[in-house]
């Protein structure tokens, strides 16, 4: 016997269906992305890169993670879409208000080794529910935490920028998102890291 579906995918599988039956031409768009640019940004769901930035279907690459770090992950997809796909330009996008800023290494690890529930947050910090086994493998991974915005910005274009992989000649800009004016600000000490040489 199968589950009932969720709310969420019966409301996915709709909205695909509608988007699906005025898909158009889309299917024709070319693999590599026509203004040659892609973005690393955050995963937080109060980003929308296509609004913020004035995309289109088949415009940019636009890779996210936790944070908008330059994770290992993220490097090989930045260095896939030059070197495979043609991006010329690259842009470091963090954001105000990311709850990245709201804990360390120690804490994800903690949280972690306690139980695999969801954790949750007040004015005393997080919390776990310790309802199942935990797991120490946290141990082992970097969380790329933030705790000071317009700093990671920077060490992350300087990361994208010293990487053997990525060519000098690709520039590197760095901004803040504000969560609360949809504005983007440029980090001018990260967009200099990631100029072009």
Known sequence: MS???SKVLDE????????????GDKGKLAMPPKRQFAILTC???????????????????VIRNAGGRASDDAIRSLVIS??????REWFVIHHTNCGMETF???????LLASSLNTSTLDAKGW???????GSR??????????????????????????????????????????????????????TEAGRAG
């Open 82 to 87: 030059y070197k495979l796909l043609g991006t």
């Open 137 to 190: 493998e946290g141990e082992f991974i970097d969380w790329l935490t933030i705790h000071d915005q317009a700093q990671s910005v920077v060490d992350d274009v300087t990361r994208i920028r010293r990487h053997p992989l990525v060519p000098k000649s690709i520039p590197i800009y760095g901004y803040i998102y504000d969560v609360g004016t949809g504005r983007l600000e440029e980090v001018a000490e990260a």
């Open 104 to 110: 360390n290494d120690e804490t994800m690890r903690r």
């Open 3 to 5: 589950a009932k579906p």
């Open 127 to 133: 919390h776990d529910s310790g309802l199942d086994d």
């Open 43 to 61: 995963m937080d769901a109060r980003l929308d890169p296509a609004k913020y930035a004035g995309l289109a279907e088949g415009d940019a690459h």
């Open 12 to 23: 996915v599988l709709a909205a695909n269906r509608d988007y699906a039956a005025s898909f």
